[in-house]
């Protein structure tokens, strides 16, 4: 059976859980709700299964903080003995629109501190990311309130549409395979 480490970063906290930094962790709460699924607290996470087509993908919200997630990303990928290849952060991007997806096979941290230390961790900027737009619609210097900040009713309203389309990717992503699926989901 293939196993998928499947990645969502965000802060722990329920200050944070409805902001635009924490994207990658609403996107596994969506999936876990839809497959009706429970996360439980183990080492340096929280983590479920969700087991389809065959495959097993182990989905993981680590409760490092955002900047220190290599150190969870890292430990679950050695004990579940996932290869590198089989690994998918999901993380928020300013340099994307808000809703647009983009799934990359390796690239630069691109100022974001969590991929930062999980390219520290792992030696290696070739894992698989999947970047979820958030735009950067604030003013010079307000980038951290913009990132911390709650989505806009605007956003929220087509918030479910894009997190459907999320999960069908990560569903994609273990099944189809990255190529396939960055072909059918890049840029939509």
């Given at each position: 059976?293939?196993?998928?480490?499947?990645?969502?970063?965000?802060?722990?906290?329920?200050?944070?859980?409805?902001?635009?930094?924490?994207?990658?962790?609403?996107?596994?709460?969506?999936?876990?709700?839809?497959?009706?699924?429970?996360?439980?607290?183990?080492?340096?996470?929280?983590?479920?299964?969700?087991?389809?087509?065959?495959?097993?993908?182990?989905?993981?919200?680590?409760?490092?903080?955002?900047?220190?997630?290599?150190?969870?990303?890292?430990?679950?990928?050695?004990?579940?003995?996932?290869?590198?290849?089989?690994?998918?952060?999901?993380?928020?991007?300013?340099?994307?629109?808000?809703?647009?997806?983009r799934l990359k096979?390796?690239?630069?941290?691109?100022?974001?501190?969590?991929?930062?230390?999980?390219?520290?961790?792992?030696?290696?900027?070739?894992?698989?990311?999947?970047?979820?737009?958030?735009?950067?619609?604030?003013?010079?210097?307000?980038?951290?309130?913009?990132?911390?900040?709650e989505w806009t009713?605007e956003e929220t309203?087509?918030?479910?549409?894009?997190?459907?389309?999320?999960?069908?990717?990560?569903?994609?992503?273990?099944?189809?395979?990255?190529?396939?699926?960055?072909?059918?989901?890049?840029?939509?």
């Amino acid at each position: 059976m293939k196993k998928f480490l499947i990645v969502g970063l965000g802060n722990i906290g329920e200050q944070y859980a409805n902001t635009r930094h924490n994207i990658g962790f609403k996107i596994l709460d969506a999936l876990a709700e839809k497959e009706e699924l429970t996360f439980e607290t183990q080492k340096l996470g929280d983590l479920t299964t969700y087991k389809f087509k065959g495959r097993t993908f182990i989905l993981l919200k680590p409760n490092t903080f955002m900047n220190l997630s290599g150190k969870a990303v890292l430990y679950w990928l050695t004990k579940e003995k996932i290869p590198l290849e089989n690994l998918l952060v999901v993380t928020d991007d300013l340099n994307l629109p808000f809703g647009s997806i983009r799934l990359k096979t390796k690239g630069s941290d691109g100022g974001h501190n969590g991929l930062k230390d999980i390219q520290d961790k792992l030696q290696t900027v070739k894992y698989n990311r999947f970047r979820f737009g958030i735009s950067d619609e604030f003013s010079k210097g307000r980038q951290v309130d913009y990132v911390l900040g709650e989505w806009t009713n605007e956003e929220t309203e087509k918030l479910k549409e894009r997190l459907d389309k999320s999960i069908e990717l990560i569903k994609s992503f273990g099944t189809a395979g990255v190529n396939n699926t960055m072909n059918t989901f890049n840029g939509k």
